[in-house]
């Protein structure tokens, strides 16, 4: 049996609005390359290698054995290397793009044989939610929805020149932490306005239109309920329509921070000023968004060796 190689890039998902339905690939990826061996074996590099390297408490090997019990096959010993560059707990779909691989990797090895759309649906179910995982797979700008077993996905090319801001703290918050702080019910005036914004954004990206993206990511089911677990969000948000800052909004379920924009050099001053009053802020990284969604070279480069 050959061996397989995956690429499979960070995700921003909510994108303000968005809960749970929109994402955004990004310029960040984590490389997995396998084979079969008598024993498992992994060499890990990047962003925390040393718990992607571990042969306990993985979450890549724990889904891979899992999807292979789950379908009655064989568990089949690997020898890998991973390469991670997504940071972890920082809502950049970090366990989106394991989850991904490790199902992509039990078809492989398995004897599943899964088409892309199944692997894409297995993956979401485990995820409890599509949106990471679809931007993950398919690449650009996607709005996804989950019935039952499958995904409706729609991928969006945005124009070359916006990019991507993150503004990474220097400590994690775990999602279920994140989701623990939102309410169980919402007032029907706040679930309109997301309903709003989220459809005037997916338009913007779909048009190119930079003027509504401030507007089309303010957020009224999420991010007013993560503030005090997410201290960059209150400082940054202030930036948005500023500066060629076209929009900001959490990452995830946070505590990264994503800004939108046209203009690499005048973000680059503007974040470069607010830094120096950001207790807290770890690193900053500028990224191509969104990505060609490409599903041969973007998103899984099989290599049967």
């Known amino acids: 049996m050959g061996g397989i190689r995956l690429r499979l890039p960070a995700t921003s998902a909510n994108l303000g ?33 040393e718990i992607c390297g571990a042969t306990e408490n993985n979450l890549l ?34 366990s989106a793009s394991v989850r991904l691989a490790a199902v992509a990797l039990a078809s492989h090895f398995g004897g599943l044989s899964w088409s892309r759309r199944r692997i894409l649906a297995e993956a979401s179910r485990l995820e409890g939610h599509p949106d990471n995982a679809a931007a993950c797979w398919m690449g650009g700008f996607v709005a996804s929805t989950m019935e039952g077993d499958e995904v409706h996905a729609v991928s969006i090319r945005p124009p070359g020149e916006w990019r991507a801001v993150i503004a990474i703290p220097d400590k994690p918050l775990p999602t279920a932490a994140s989701r623990d702080m939102l309410p169980a019910t919402y007032m029907r005036q706040d679930v309109v306005a997301n309903l709003q914004r989220a459809t005037l954004l997916t338009a913007a990206f779909a048009a ?56 690499e050099r005048m973000v680059s001053g503007a974040m470069n000023l607010a830094a120096r009053e950001l207790d807290g802020l770890g690193e900053i990284e500028f990224l191509t968004c969104g990505l060609e969604p490409d599903p041969v070279a973007f998103a899984c480069e099989a290599d049967h060796r």
């Open 17 to 49: 609005p968005g809960f749970d339905s929109i994402a955004l690939a990004l310029k960040l990826f984590l490389y997995v390359d396998a084979c079969p061996s008598d024993r498992v074996t992994v060499e890990a590099t990047g962003r925390g290698a």
């Open 208 to 263: 190119g239109n930079i003027d509504v993206i401030a507007a089309a990511m303010v957020d009224r089911l999420h991010q007013p309920y993560r503030v005090e677990a997410c201290p960059l969000l209150p400082r940054l948000l202030p930036l948005a329509g500023k500066a060629g800052i076209m929009g900001v909004a959490l990452s995830g379920a946070g505590p990264a921070v994503l800004l939108l924009t046209d203009s």
């Open 61 to 94: 090997l724990e889904t891979y054995r899992m999807v292979l019990a789950d379908h009655q096959r064989s568990f089949i010993p690997l020898k890998y290397q991973v390469n991670n560059q997504i940071p972890l707990g920082m809502g950049c779909g970090s």
